[in-house]
C-alpha cells in the first residue's frame, strides 16, 4: 500500500506551473508522468502515485539547472513543506542515483521496481520526444521499430543514457514492450506537450 499524496495532480501542475519553467521542461514532466501511469497500470501498481512521482520528479529543476550538485537534493526540502511522506521523497530522489554531478546521490543505487521504473520513464522521454521532432513533431504514427533503431544509435539524443532505460528490464518488461508503452502513453498526450 503507497502513502497518501498530500496534493492532486491539479495542485501539483499549479505548483510546477508557479516556477519559472520552460515548456520544454513541462513537455518532459508530463511525459514522465504519462510512462509512469501506464506501467503502474501494467504492473497492478498506484496508479496516480506512479503519475505524481513522474509529474514531480524534477520539482526542483528551475532552481538547480545552473548548480547540478543540488539537484534531487532541493526536491526534498521542497516535497517536504508540501506534505509529501519520507518515502516519496526517497524513491523521486533515486533517478539521480549514480550521477558524478550530484555527490550526495552518485554511490547510491536503486533497487525497487518503482525507482527503475521511474529512471527508465524519465529518461526514454527525451528519446521519444527527439525522435517525433525529427519526425515532423509527428508521434501518430511511431512504432517500437523505429525507436528501437534510434535506441542502437548512440549519436542519436546522445545525453539520454541507455543504461539507465535499459534498467526497465530490471522489473521484468523487454525494451520493446517499454517502447510501445511508451509511445502509446505519451500519444494519449500528444496535443499538450506540442506533438501530432
Not at 134 to 157: E, N, T, V, Y
Not at 167 to 191: P, V, Y
Request: proline fraction near 2%; glycine fraction near 6%; aromatic fraction near 8%.
Amino acid at each position: 500500500m503507497t502513502d497518501k499524496l498530500p496534493l492532486t495532480r491539479t495542485q501539483a501542475l499549479e505548483w510546477i506551473k508557479s516556477m519559472p519553467q520552460e515548456q520544454s521542461d513541462i513537455n518532459h514532466y508530463l511525459e514522465s508522468e504519462a510512462i509512469m501511469r501506464a506501467l503502474a497500470q501494467k504492473f497492478g501498481e498506484d496508479a496516480e502515485y506512479w503519475a505524481m512521482l513522474g509529474l514531480l520528479h524534477d520539482i526542483d529543476w528551475p532552481l538547480t539547472k545552473n548548480n547540478l550538485k543540488e539537484h534531487c537534493i532541493k526536491s526534498a526540502e521542497l516535497l517536504k513543506e508540501k506534505g509529501f511522506s519520507e518515502e516519496f521523497i526517497k524513491i523521486l530522489q533515486s533517478h539521480g542515483y549514480g550521477f558524478e554531478a550530484i555527490p550526495e546521490l552518485k554511490d547510491k543505487k536503486r533497487t525497487k521496481k518503482v525507482e527503475f521504473a521511474l529512471a527508465a520513464s524519465e529518461t526514454l522521454t527525451g528519446l521519444i520526444y527527439a525522435y517525433a521532432l525529427m519526425r515532423g513533431k509527428k508521434i501518430s504514427d511511431m512504432d517500437s521499430a523505429g525507436l528501437k533503431k534510434k535506441f542502437k544509435d548512440k549519436r542519436f539524443a546522445e545525453n539520454c543514457s541507455r543504461e539507465i532505460i535499459k534498467e526497465i528490464e530490471k522489473i521484468g518488461l523487454s525494451l520493446e514492450e517499454f517502447f510501445t508503452m511508451a509511445i502509446e502513453a505519451i500519444k494519449n498526450i500528444k496535443d499538450q506537450i506540442g506533438l501530432i
